[in-house]
């Protein structure tokens, strides 16, 4: 069986970042990724270099920063005021650490993930880029499994069972 849309693909990887042997993410085969094939939850140019493959088969690609997270955005990098993490009068330490993220909310009321660059005496420098943007990511894997999807996982959208969602 091939992956392919409406299709329940698990896999194993490694995730580089091309050019460099540092290992991003490492998916093994006992704890592998499941996801259901097509429904664009994912990246687009991820789904298509897996496509048409078996169970067993390897896989080698890359996928420009373009194709996975886009470039860095220098407008998604923000300076905001250090009243925003005052808690009873007191600055946020344990909340907002250099190098760590920050959750957040936008003024809709979205949740947001950031990271912390950096804390000035009036602001603190948060870049709301995905983590991955602006590389070029490189995989490396094989297919552990393909199923055809059921009727109630189509309807959802996902996966159930072991490595899905449970409801």
């Known amino acids: 069986m091939k992956t392919e849309a409406n299709h329940v693909v698990s896999i194993s990887y490694r995730l580089t970042e091309y050019g460099s042997d540092e290992v991003v993410e490492l998916v093994t085969g006992e704890d592998p990724f499941v996801f259901l094939m097509g429904t664009g939850h994912l990246l687009e140019a991820f789904e298509r270099s897996l496509t048409g ?90 297919v552990v499994s393909v199923r055809p999807a059921t009727n109630e996982e189509l309807e959802h959208g996902h996966v159930h069972g072991p490595g899905g969602h449970h409801h």
Do not use: C, W
Request: a negative charge; zero cysteines; hydrophobic letters at 45%.
């Open 53 to 142: 493959l078996e169970v067993g088969q390897p896989f080698d690609f890359v996928l420009s920063s373009h194709e996975a997270y886009g470039e860095i955005q220098q407008e998604a990098i923000v300076k905001i005021p250090v009243d925003a993490f005052m808690i009873n009068g007191k600055f946020a330490d344990d909340v907002v650490v250099v190098g760590q993220p920050v959750r957040m909310q936008d003024q809709a009321g979205n949740p947001l993930v950031g990271m912390v660059l950096e804390r000035g005496l009036d602001t603190v420098t948060i870049d709301f880029n995905h983590p991955m943007a602006g590389k070029t990511l490189h995989f490396i894997g094989e």
